[in-house]
């Protein structure tokens, strides 16, 4: 299948600092890739989606300046947490598709654990 | 986005079958069923998918009510690797944003 893949896998930051989390589609274009959020014990919260050449769109109660998303080119999506509080540790997960290789799933990263102290 | 609602959590012995149900009742006729499961600190893994049609893949099977109110994810024989959030979500044509429910934590028991 797909893959896609995001870096850093971990990262720990001090708390005001910002954070950037790289999200890449491998071996196809994604024009849409999508960001989630996870907390322990918790499902994935859909954040925001990340389209290629335009803005982002946020889903409700996300903070689009805090979340800063960028998608500048078809296998390239980051998300850059900024200003980084404790209460924005958590796991980060990126998907996209690619809809002219395969079948009608998404793929997903393998995530990014950020803890911010 | 149609809701779907599944147990918590599951357990199953080894070798063994496991079904895991889905139900959806407020499924629209475009609407395909899809199934993903979480490891521990990994992301979400495509599992299998259908629109009205049984689906079998190397992993499982999907089987679908005749109304497609539920569906049933078929892990054939459990493996202690199978253990996982087991995710149904039901995804629109034309797109590929997901909404996750609480998913079934299964338990695989050696």
Not at chain 1, 87 to 102: G, Q
């Amino acid at each position: 299948g797909a893959v896609v893949s995001q870096h850093p896998s971990w990262v720990i930051c001090k708390s005001g600092t910002s954070v950037k989390i790289e999200c890449r589609s491998l071996d196809f274009q994604a024009t849409t890739m999508f960001w989630y959020r996870q907390f322990p014990k918790q499902s994935l919260m859909l954040m925001a989606t990340s389209n290629e050449g335009s803005k982002a769109t946020y889903e409700q109660g996300v903070e689009k300046d805090k979340f800063l998303i960028n998608h500048a080119s078809l296998t390239l999506s980051t998300l850059t947490v900024t200003s980084a509080h404790p209460e924005d540790s958590s796991f980060y997960i990126c998907s996209a598709s690619a809809p002219d290789r395969v079948g009608t799933e998404a793929f997903f990263g393998q995530g990014t654990r950020l803890t911010v102290v | 986005d149609a809701k779907t609602t599944q147990p918590n959590s599951m357990e199953s012995n080894e070798e063994e079958p496991v079904h895991l149900p889905c139900n959806h009742s407020t499924i629209s006729g475009t609407d395909y069923i899809h199934w993903y499961r979480q490891l521990p600190s990994q992301g979400p893994e495509y599992v299998i998918h259908g629109l009205t049609s049984n689906v079998n893949n190397r992993m499982a099977s999907l089987a679908i009510a005749e109304d497609r109110k539920s569906s049933t994810l078929i892990l054939h024989r459990a493996t202690l690797r199978d253990a996982a959030v087991y995710y149904c979500i039901l995804k629109g044509p034309g797109t590929y944003k997901y909404i996750f429910g609480t998913g079934t934590r299964l338990k695989v028991l050696a």
